[in-house]
């Protein structure tokens, strides 16, 4: 059973930095791509940044490009999200995904998901 599990969400002040952390200790890591996804309150859930594991390539959305970072620890199958520049827009609650075979910014391409992690920014 794949399990993952975020950590690292808080509430910041508009500006600030807030590091996301995903664990997936039973993942086959080194073979897929993964991703960290947000949904904010009334809204669809929405890319934020992906990674292939392998060749360390990352997308990221257009709404945090230049402002989030997405990095992988693949001796630790450990998968984080820095951000930075924090806007109340980014108020959601992130989650983490794996699976995917292209790290692509699409939902339906990553079968396995976190229970996700509030971040609030005021």
């Known amino acids: 059973d794949v399990q993952l599990v975020e950590s690292g969400g808080g509430s910041v002040q508009a500006g600030g930095s807030l590091r996301l952390s995903c664990e997936a200790p039973?993942?086959?890591?080194?073979?897929?791509?993964m991703g960290w996804f947000r949904q904010a309150p009334g809204k669809e859930r929405e890319a934020v940044a992906s990674?292939?594991?392998?060749?360390?390539?990352?997308k990221y959305g257009d709404a945090v490009q230049g402002r989030f970072t997405i990095s992988t620890d693949n001796a630790e199958k450990t998968l984080y999200l820095q951000m930075n520049s924090l806007k109340p827009e980014d108020t959601a609650i992130y989650y983490c995904?794996?699976?995917?075979?292209?790290?692509?910014?699409?939902?339906?391409?990553?079968?396995?998901w976190g229970q996700g992690t509030q971040v609030t920014v005021s």
């Open positions: 039973g993942f086959t890591y080194d073979t897929y791509c």
């Open positions: 995904a794996a699976g995917a075979w292209t790290y692509e910014l699409t939902v339906s391409a990553y079968p396995y």
């Open positions: 990674v292939n594991v392998v060749s360390r390539s990352t």
